[in-house]
């Protein structure tokens, strides 16, 4: 209790100061978006959201010894500006001219508006996020409006100078998005499917395709690669019913199963279709689902009829609640921050080290930045505002090293009033242990996770009443590499999501590692991940954005709303009953 008050104390003080740093930014930043919405007509909501899917053909070899490895991004033109933004990326596909991409764009459409938009396609070279180190493949720029008139919008690519690059199109199909829907739950397997490798076993795996208006096939999910198996077994996995078939339950729907080969020119295995009124049919009964695979161009014998059968052993149609659901329904985000502390970060006296704090409070470090721009935003949906705060990698007062100690130094009692709080104990651990090493970070992920390991336990009782955030700031390479994946799997079966931050400009590829976006994480034993629970981005990406903090929470929170949905939707487990949130206005000013 008394160390409650004294951080409540602490943060009380700071309120009645001067203005701080951050409080002074955010006046600013309120002020200048005042003045930004004045100074523009108002503007009604979106008619509706638009889905945006992307294909091309014909692009141009970049690699002297593979094919193009393609990633398309999406920009939109700033209302009343002439900048872009960035609204998001679809997956890389490896050795591939003709991409048919399945991570689609949502955007929001006004009818009223001019809404300009321009698709970048990059040859991805490397682990960084930045695009300007990769190479060009093309662009198209149109406006929005165009490719949701013409579906499917089609365009030659062009060059950065406006002109077109021979042989390269670009195929845009848009689909309004209906909130709320319901989704298909599938769990496949498949037995004695063909060999197409000459040297060991096929490396099978499936493509979900929906059919377009124009009879072609539209690439809506693509499993994981199962290697060297004629029997595989796929992980679980959900599409929306919309983005399956439109609504039209009766549509045909197909299942590709392909070998893969790591130049691109995958082996179709066979496919087969059926649709969604099928699926809930057999959902309905618990009957397991069988299809043979098969190759229009293979001729069978009687002996063999197919090129291998699919088993769909679980079917589940069902509505996916959202988001604000949970929320509505009392769920709590625990937000918790784990800092590096080893030597690599420098000397904390010296201007150069990431840990050297601004005597003038004017100037907060890369770590202090992105605590307060991410914890900002967690803790509103935190309702006591207590949050625990870790270091690990430091040699502390008594002389022992840890790699998972309070940053109050205070075991029984971590937790920290507010945001500010989180910081205030920082700079005081700063003054008070000695740099030192190595990176181990398992030990603060298996820290949070026997708590969320705890509140799973209680879901039972209390249903979706918890989910934990850990925030993760580190200056380097992770040297506990395997014991860091292992603790990642044993957390994604857990309400729990991991947020790493890059500090400084070390080396961070082996981090994207851990980021399961382009494929699934597996623990050193072999055991792959339940779900994607990790988001990773270096703070040097953000660092010369004026509005820095916010595009580094905007960045890595993004996922974590879907990661919640995901969680429960696994442990089949809908929203509480939606709750009274109101604040008595005398307590949120205390």
């Known amino acids: 209790m008394s160390f409650q008050a004294n951080w409540r104390t602490r943060k009380i003080k700071t309120k009645t100061s001067n203005l701080s740093f951050w409080q002074t930014l955010k006046r600013a930043i309120l002020i200048n978006r005042r003045k930004a919405v004045m100074s523009q007509p108002s503007r009604s909501g979106p008619v509706s959201k638009v889905e ?54 949502t955007v929001d459409y006004f009818f009223e508006e001019i809404q300009k938009v321009k698709i970048e396609v990059y040859d991805l070279d490397n682990a960084t996020s930045k695009l300007t180190d990769d190479d060009f493949l093309g ?31 670009i195929y845009v199909r848009s689909e309004e ?17 063909d060999n197409k490798d000459f040297m060991g076993k096929s490396d099978p795996f499936l493509e979900i395709s929906r059919q377009a208006s124009d009879g072609s096939w539209q690439v809506v999910h693509r499993t994981e690669v199962c290697k060297n198996t004629l029997n595989p077994v796929w992980r679980p996995f959900q599409v929306a019913v919309q983005a399956l078939c439109g609504g039209n339950k009766t549509q045909q729907i197909q299942f590709s199963c392909s070998d893969h080969d790591s ?5 179709l295995i066979g496919s087969f279709t059926t649709t969604i009124a099928e699926l809930e049919q057999a959902a309905a009964t618990g009957k397991e689902l069988q299809f043979p695979f098969i190759n ?11 090129s291998g059968v699919a088993h769909m052993t679980e079917v589940r149609i069902f509505r996916q609640p959202n988001f604000l659901e949970f929320i509505y329904g009392g769920m709590q985000i625990n937000f918790t921050v784990g800092v590096d502390f080893t030597g690599s970060n420098g000397e904390p006296s010296r201007p150069d ?26 803790q509103e949906y935190d309702t006591d505002k207590l949050f625990p705060a870790l270091g690990f990698g430091a040699k502390l007062p008594d002389g022992n090293i840890s790699m998972e100690f309070a940053l109050n130094f205070n075991p029984a009692n971590p937790y920290c009033a507010g945001i500010n709080g989180v910081v205030e104990a920082y700079k005081y651990a700063i003054q008070n242990v000695q740099l030192w090493g190595p990176t181990n970070v398992a030990p603060i992920i298996y820290h949070v996770a026997r708590f969320a390991e705890q509140a799973q336990k209680e879901e039972a009782e209390k249903g979706a009443h918890a989910y934990y955030v850990l925030l993760l700031l580190t200056d380097g390479i992770i040297t506990d590499m395997d014991q860091t994946r292992d603790a990642i799997v044993y957390a994604s079966g857990l309400p729990m999501s991991l947020i ?13 590692f851990l980021d399961g976006d382009n494929g699934v994480l597996k623990g050193a034993n072999g055991r792959p991940a339940l779900r994607d629970i990790v988001q990773f981005v270096p703070f040097r990406d953000y660092q010369s954005s004026a509005f820095a903090g916010a595009d580094l929470a905007r960045q890595v929170l993004a996922e974590v709303p879907q990661q919640v949905v995901n969680y429960f939707t696994m442990r089949r487990i809908t929203p509480n009953q939606r709750q009274n949130t109101a604040v008595d206005p005398n307590q949120q000013l205390a």
């Open 353 to 378: 080290s990431l840990h050297y704090i601004d005597p003038s409070g004017q100037r907060p470090n890369q770590y202090m930045h992105a605590i307060q721009a991410v914890g900002s935003v967690c």
């Open 296 to 306: 229009p161009k293979k001729n069978y014998k009687k002996s063999k009829t197919n």
């Open 500 to 512: 790493i931050v890059g500090v400084g400009e070390a080396d961070f590829s082996d981090m994207n």
């Open 177 to 193: 998005v209906r909130e709320g829907g319901e989704m298909v739950f599938l769990h496949i397997g498949a037995t004695k499917v």
């Open 52 to 105: 945006l899917r992307v294909e091309c053909t014909g692009l141009k070899k970049k690699d002297e010894f593979s094919k193009s490895d393609p990633c398309a991004v999406l920009y939109m033109q700033q209302r009343g500006t002439n900048s872009w933004s960035e609204m998001g990326r679809t997956e890389q596909i490896k050795n591939n001219h003709n991409p048919k991409f399945v991570t689609p764009f």
């Open 139 to 169: 662009k198209v720029e149109c406006n929005l409006a165009q490719i949701v008139s013409r579906n499917p919008f089609s365009a030659p690519l062009e060059k950065t100078d406006g002109k077109p690059i021979g042989g390269s199109l």
């Open 263 to 267: 130049d691109g020119s995958h082996d």
